[in-house]
């Protein structure tokens, strides 16, 4: 039996999904913090090249994908598609259940798929360096993977507790030729800032945001990038549920449902976009869940309002789900997804009650890794365990109701870096701080003087 | 340009090759370590089950792959075939270099094709458990996996300077239910005996699988199983070179040239021996080179003699090229090439001049790795290297002559559980202590009162 669904290279998608030009309201347009006003692209320029920035505004459906960028992707794309027959043989569920496994990639994965386009057009526009930031590593090292294919140097703010938890990841982002620093760090004034107020800060990616777009702002021959939230970035994610769609066709069976976890929208965009695509424009009602952790809930918990992308407030002001650019999620090991806010073009739909959204607690997820592990042999990321705490959920729901749906979902990447996390887990040492109430609610009004009047 | 070849399900092989049918000189026997006479497989009884035994002693060419363990074998299996095009580009040669990729398996590496069929074959003979030894890891991983699927359980002795420098594949074994100890240990009189010579003993696959020897053999309840060296682990290992034979030939180009890592010659012969069957029996002429570290050269520096396989002297004698059983190779990284034999099949193969053999030192292999990295973007293990250091001056041979030579490799690994050597390589620390002539003179010479009179 048939559990493994491959593309060849010509099948592999030659258009990005832009779903701006699909969606039913239109997102907000991102406000400049000063005079709340809707921003200009040219304020953008010191920090993304033309090309991009004409993607984050664009509504043209489908967007080429350059030829460059399409035979590096040729190294790992199309990425397998999984049937997960004995997850489902575990669970006696009679529920189907499908993996699209980004892993695969250079990087371990999803983040290349965005990476080697933002190096691409940022080699074009002829800047010399990037700087980024990274929570969990995935991403940075992506982009130094990215950069390092077009000659161009990577700059990596890393977010301190994922750096002292995984330090491999920073030796995988020297072998592609990236330098990397602990966020919060002396480099920037910024940083400097925090760890004077907390030298022992363990950092945030909004805080390890702010110190990239300092270095990048203040360096004329410096681009920023960013892995996730931006249109561009979700953007170039959609790849993945492009091919997922062609893999679905061929293993005879289209999703009930898909799920995906959440950090900032990119991993849950990147498979779900083109599923929604297909309610649009075909009439399907395929849901799309997003899964966030429960120590950083801004989807169930958090509220629409406008709020900065980083903690010190550089970015331009961008109306999304969000607890506060103050809020410091506790340091759970899926560094991925402790982001304070989400992308806006997954707060648009979420608020149109075009997708879903639940959390799960840490401790569940890894119970889930582990399952996913003792049959389908595969090491998720922690990040990734999220979907498949909420796959399972389903998968027994369906036990339970007796129907066969067909469930989806993101195996965003590995988690080979990621042992210590699931030693802590198994040595029953994982804590997940759950926020309180109050200190969300405070962190949320913080922003009601930001809004526009 | 295509550059993955994918085989469907249906394509998986479901026979085992067995060399032995084809061998132009068969084996000399194992010898009894006292009488000096060939053995009876009823001697090996109290540490493999009779299928297994059965299979070691084999002549039939084809031995049918249990449905049970092709079950298993599909959650990762036919593993893919790329065509290093990057690299290609990158070496500037008319060579076409293929390469097998085995790190998609649930251990990372080629290991899990013999661990499921030994546990499945241990599980029908009715033990609880399986003891082994593991170097780097990624057979000790493999075989917790194996066992876990078949509710065994699993006691592996690691090589003590893998456990440290690797600590997160003791964490993997764990997740698949496995216990570990660093070797030498004070759980066998032999591991007592070496650590009271040598209290900071970084250990050897010598002395680990001594110690696992001493356990099983203890146990009525237990077996004890080997990841190499035999030959119905060769035997398992054939499926990745049955794969490539059909993969190359949707490729549209057979080798000219088959590379493989070589520690005890499990990994050389999954993908060399089918080659061979060509050679043997459709006239081909495919070259074969194995690929050893120059700090524990027993193929291009050792003695074809009979030896015993561990350190304490528990196993039968082996007719095998050896640098004798007391050799202790230095600490290099690549923990599954520190042995100090050569498997029996490969070592008569290479007697009789139908494969070849060189060596490759610790830092050239770093290099040839970072090069793979940095243009294929995926990590290659410490072991594999050796065979991508090899493949890289085939290549530039042939650059140099102007031939277009079709050069395969087993990328029998990944390295993501080696970042700390990649580290060490980065820092300029790695240090390659090539063992003195003396040194393996003497230790040679201790075996001349081993060889039968």
Redesign the interface.
């Known amino acids: 039996?048939?559990?493994?669904y491959?593309l060849?290279?010509?099948e592999m998608p030659r258009f990005y999904y832009n779903i701006m030009a699909d969606m039913p309201n239109k997102p907000l347009p991102p406000l400049h913090p000063g005079t709340r006003e809707p921003i200009t692209p040219d304020l953008l320029e010191p920090l993304f090249p033309k090309d991009l920035i004409l993607q984050e505004v664009s509504a043209e459906r489908f967007i080429e994908i350059p030829k460059e960028v399409r035979d590096i992707y040729?190294?790992?794309r199309p990425s397998p598609l999984f049937r997960a027959r004995?997850l489902e043989k575990h669970l006696d569920t009679p529920a189907r259940i499908f993996y699209k496994y980004e892993g695969?990639?250079?990087a371990?994965s999803h983040k290349p798929n965005t990476a080697v386009a933002q190096a691409f057009y940022n080699k074009i526009s002829g800047v010399k360096r990037i700087v980024t930031e990274t929570g969990a590593g995935q991403w940075g090292t992506a982009l130094a993977?990215g950069c390092?294919l077009f000659g161009l140097e990577c700059e990596v703010y890393m977010v301190r507790v994922s750096y002292d938890q995984k330090p491999?990841r920073k030796?995988?982002m020297?072998?592609?030729?990236g330098k990397v620093y602990p966020s919060p760090s002396d480099r920037t004034e910024f940083g400097k800032k925090v760890l004077g107020e907390d030298p022992g800060s363990s950092g945030s990616l909004g805080i390890a945001i702010s110190e990239a777009i300092e270095r990048a702002a203040s360096d004329p021959e410096a681009h920023y990038a960013l892995g996730s939230v931006l249109n561009h970035v979700l953007l170039h994610q959609t790849i993945i549920g492009q091919e997922a769609i062609l893999q679905m066709e061929k293993a005879g069976h289209m999703p009930d449902l898909v799920v995906a976890p959440f950090g900032g929208g990119s991993n849950f965009a990147g498979i779900a976009f083109p599923f929604l695509h297909l309610n649009f424009t075909k009439g399907q009602n395929i849901r799309c869940i997003a899964v966030e952790p429960t120590s950083c809930p801004k989807l169930t918990q958090g509220k629409f309002m406008y709020d900065f992308g980083d903690t010190a407030g550089m970015t331009p002001l961008l109306p999304m789900y969000t607890l506060g650019h103050d809020f410091m999620p506790s340091a759970i090991h899926a560094g991925g997804l402790r982001y304070h806010g989400a992308g806006v073009l997954v707060s648009q739909l979420l608020k149109d009650n075009l997708i879903e959204a639940v959390a799960q607690n840490q401790e569940r997820c890894f119970a889930a890794g582990?399952d996913f592990?003792?049959t389908?042999?595969?090491?998720p990321a922690p990040e990734a365990t999220h979907a498949i705490a909420t796959v399972i959920d389903e998968a027994i729901r369906c036990r339970e109701e007796g129907t066969a749906k067909n469930i989806l979902f993101n195996l965003c990447g590995?988690g080979?870096?990621d042992?210590?996390a699931?030693?802590d887990y198994?040595d029953g040492k994982l804590t997940d701080a759950v926020p309180e109430k109050q200190v969300m609610e405070d962190s949320i009004r913080s922003l009601e003087m930001l809004q526009p009047k």
């Open positions: 039996m048939e559990n493994k491959y060849s290279h010509e040729a190294l790992w004995a695969v990639s250079p371990g993977y390092q491999y030796v995988m020297n072998t592609f030729g582990l592990i003792k389908e042999g595969i090491i590995h080979y870096f042992m210590g699931y030693e198994m």
